[in-house]
């Protein structure tokens, strides 16, 4: 075969190659398409298509009991199957009884579904995002073992049997300190984009507070 012949079928196969590649991302785009009229279709007659069911939301403050306990199942499903397959990710025992550790939980095989592209329950396939390496590394480096610290430092040693009644348990402050003056805070800040001046009758209230909240303490 000549040069010239050599330098022609080279050429038809980058062409070739080119064509398959711009074939490849029209199958995908019809198949978007496809599935966008499919959605629109199905929605009511005579109203707006129904947005896809969110799946970032919180489980703290779920008010449906069905919600918060099948959130819970999957998330003990998930916990089997991915998180306590590493060696550091350790769960006490009372661990559904720490709400704070649930919603770290929960939001952790979020981040999870979101980095390998999965479908998590009850969201339409809108809700789906694109897999990312670079997601999956992330979840991998800082998001889970960020979750592995904060669980360890929360919880120590603790365990069912102290959550008992007649056990002694940190309560958790009830509001945020300072409550009844964040209107002033908040307007001096607005206004000057300064604080309000800290006064002897500003600090009385944080002492008053703040011995509330270590009496809540006690044993």
Known sequence: MSADAERRVVALSRELERTTRRLGELDALVRELAGTLAELAAAPAGGQPQAPASPVRPWLGTPDVDTAVTDLEDLAAWLAAVYLRYSDALLPSCWAWHADIVEELHWL???????????????????????????????????????????????????????????????????????????????????????????????????????????????
């Open 109 to 219: 095989r979020g981040a999870y579904n979101d980095a390998y592209g999965l479908t998590p329950p009850g969201a339409g396939s809108a809700a789906r995002s694109g897999p990312s390496w670079q997601k999956v590394g992330d979840w991998h480096d800082r998001l889970r073992p960020g979750v592995v610290r904060r669980i360890k430092t929360t919880v120590g040693s603790c365990e069912l049997s102290r959550h008992a009644p007649g056990q002694y348990l940190p309560h958790r402050q009830g509001t945020a300190p300072m409550a009844q003056q964040l209107r002033a805070i908040g307007a001096s800040w607005a206004s000057t984009g300064s604080p309000p001046t800290v006064t002897d009758n500003l600090l009385a209230q944080a002492r008053h507070e703040q011995q509330l909240h270590l009496r809540s303490h006690q044993p």
